[in-house]
T-cell receptor
Framework: SAVISQKPSRDICQRGTSLTIQCQVDSQVTMMFWYRQQPGQSLTLIATANQGSEATYESGFVIDKFPISRPNLTFSTLTVSNMSPEDSSIYLC??????????FGPGTRLTVL | QKEVEQNSGPLSVPEGAIASLNCTYSDRGSQSFFWYRQYSGKSPELIMSIYSNGDKEDGRFTAQLNKASQYVSLLIRDSQPSDSATYLCAVLRGGTSYGKLTFGQGTILTVHP
């Protein structure tokens, strides 16, 4: 599986600001995904990011709040915009192999005050 | 009905025992099934993938799939304290490589010495 890294690993942000999370994969991948894991909860898919096309958002998530870029086959960013304390979560990026297996980056732990 | 359902536990077993984790899913067209292990403060780690009815063994882990009953399970033999974690069942919905990976709520497993 590819090695996935994320930056930052954690951050504490003020209400109303925005944070951009970077995800780097060490090999080219077609499909990348962004998930959110709220405290004590399971993983919820935010959006699918394929290179060369607009991200596809899941119900309850909108582009204005979570803009995503996918400039090439190894990199993606997720921005959490106009943050509120409810956005405090772990944000995870993920890729999918040809065998449909998905692997996750180490996550970004976000706290919004 | 939840798309992927697990007993949240917690499940507590003594060291050396067999831990049995269960999962049911609602989408009959699902073709790929996964078990992830998540230690506290870490991202999910893929431990088993299963695609066909029956059993699949990997070391101390055995995944079992019954598509007719829409049921997938994970057995951990000779459980060790290091197996204590949250186990997430995930189902790739849609029957294609472009489907959505949906997670259950997770089962917390504690293996006590």
């Amino acid at each position: 599986s590819a090695v996935i890294s994320q930056k930052p690993s954690r951050d504490i942000c003020q209400r109303g600001t925005s944070l951009t999370i970077q995800c780097q994969v060490d090999s080219q991948v077609t499909m990348m995904f962004w998930y959110r894991q709220q405290p004590g909860q399971s993983l919820t898919l935010i959006a699918t990011a394929n290179q060369g096309s607009e991200a596809t958002y899941e119900s309850g998530f909108v582009i204005d709040k979570f803009p995503i870029s996918r400039p090439n086959l190894t990199f993606s960013t997720l921005t959490v915009s106009n943050m509120s304390p409810e956005d405090s979560s772990i944000y995870l990026c993920s890729d999918r192999t040809g065998a449909n297996e998905q692997f996750f980056g180490p996550g970004t732990r976000l706290t919004v005050l | 009905q939840k798309e992927v359902e697990q007993n949240s536990g917690p499940l507590s077993v003594p060291e050396g025992a067999i831990a049995s984790l269960n999962c049911t899913y609602s989408d009959r067209g699902s073709q790929s099934f996964f078990w992830y292990r998540q230690y506290s403060g870490k991202s999910p780690e893929l431990i088993m993938s299963i695609y066909s009815n029956g059993d699949k063994e990997d070391g101390r882990f055995t995944a079992q799939l019954n598509k007719a009953s829409q049921y997938v399970s994970l057995l951990i033999r000779d459980s060790q304290p290091s197996d204590s974690a949250t186990y997430l069942c995930a189902v790739l919905r849609g029957g294609t490589s472009y489907g959505k990976l949906t997670f259950g709520q997770g089962t917390i497993l504690t293996v006590h010495p």
